[in-house]
């Protein structure tokens, strides 16, 4: 088989989760009889494709501008795969964002008042293991983190709601410590603030 050129071909593999458009050079055989198309390793990594035309890791470029170059599509979609930590994805529906941080300012000094140290509510067996498997999943997804020995947090109560599909979800009751907590009056920074 003999090479007479490359062509640069706009293609897209179909599949379940979306489309994946891609702008390959093949190159030309001369005496090739070849239904089919070879693509390339770096390609399939780059991509995160495997083998078997799966897609490892969802993604979408449909909703991209259409006035980028192919080259400024390529670098976009490279920002989740570099920052994978912060992206929320599929098994975990959290991302790990740790640069935003919120100051509550609270009227009542340590001890608080018996309002902020309300015991747990009262709980069935069931609500109890549920409670408790939403807590363990949210300490694998680090969305929170287990108190040291010496840390004392006692301004909320696990609360189990559930929803119309059946499922539960858990909140917090922070009803108490709302009403405590000082209003942010100028949550724009003053002038000589900045």
Do not use: W
Request: hydrophobic share 35%.
């Amino acid at each position: 088989m003999t090479s007479i050129g490359t062509i640069i071909k706009e293609i897209i593999i179909p599949h379940r989760k979306g489309n994946i458009r891609l702008n390959p050079e093949f190159v030309v055989l001369g005496d090739a009889h070849i239904q089919g198309f070879l693509l390339g390793t770096d390609y399939q990594r780059m991509y995160d494709i495997d083998l078997y035309n799966k897609l490892l890791n969802e993604f979408r470029d449909g909703q991209l501008s259409t006035t980028l170059t192919s080259k400024q599509k390529l670098s976009l979609m490279k920002i989740p795969r570099k920052n994978r930590p912060a992206f929320a994805i599929g098994e975990e529906p959290l991302g790990n964002i740790r640069v935003h941080y919120i100051e509550l300012y609270v009227d009542v000094e340590i001890p608080y008042s018996p309002m902020l140290r309300r015991p747990p509510y009262p709980e069935s067996l069931e609500t109890r293991r549920e409670i408790y498997k939403h807590i363990n999943d949210l300490l694998d997804m680090d969305g929170i983190r287990k108190i040291g020995h010496n840390e004392i947090v006692e301004i909320t109560t696990p609360v189990l709601i559930t929803c119309n599909d059946g499922k539960y979800r858990l909140c917090g009751d922070f009803r108490a410590l709302n009403n405590y907590t000082k209003a942010e009056r100028y949550p724009i920074p003053k002038i000589h603030h900045a």
